[in-house]
């Protein structure tokens, strides 16, 4: 499985609700908020931080299903347990089903490269990096005990 996040170009100094878009890429599909009409964008920082905290109950066992929706957009990902580990699927169909723990480690290495290529350059007092980066550490407690 791929995962990305991108923050788009060209939005003046970086700031805690740049827009950016999400690909998921697995063997049964592909889910992608950019090229869309309507624009399926989103606050990517946000969203970000938003799905690593929904997918902690689902990785960690807590919860069967976890839905997400983008920060103000209207991509979608539906993720399920299964026996094989977790169906991602998005309002286009299935992507992928893979381990919880490939999907942890996939997920934290997309979010742990959006923080090093862009995270790291929002301005320090931007309460969305202090939310990002805590989100990210308690992800990543939950990708490695898995």
């Known amino acids: 499985m791929i995962i990305q996040f991108t923050v788009r170009p060209d939005q003046g100094p970086p700031g805690g609700f ?3 878009d999400m690909l998921w890429r697995g063997d049964l599909g592909e889910a992608n908020s950019a090229g869309h009409h309507p624009d399926q964008g989103m606050m990517i920082h946000l969203a970000v931080t938003q799905l690593l905290d929904a ?21 979608t990902l539906t993720f399920k347990a299964v026996r094989a580990g977790v169906s991602v699927a998005s309002a286009s169909g299935k992507v992928a089903v893979v381990s919880r ?30 939310d990002y980066t805590a989100a990210l550490n308690r992800f990543r407690g939950i990708a490695h005990a898995l």
């Not at 997309?110 to 862009?118: K, N, Q, V, Y």
């Open 101 to 130: 723990a490939a999907l942890a480690i996939t997920l934290l290495r997309a979010a742990e490269e959006l923080a090093d290529s862009t995270a790291a350059s929002l301005p320090a007092d931007d309460g969305v990096l202090d």
């Open 55 to 75: 997918m902690s109950g689902l990785l960690a066992g807590g919860t069967a299903t976890s839905s997400f929706v983008g920060t103000d957009s209207s991509f």
């Open 18 to 20: 740049d827009l950016g």
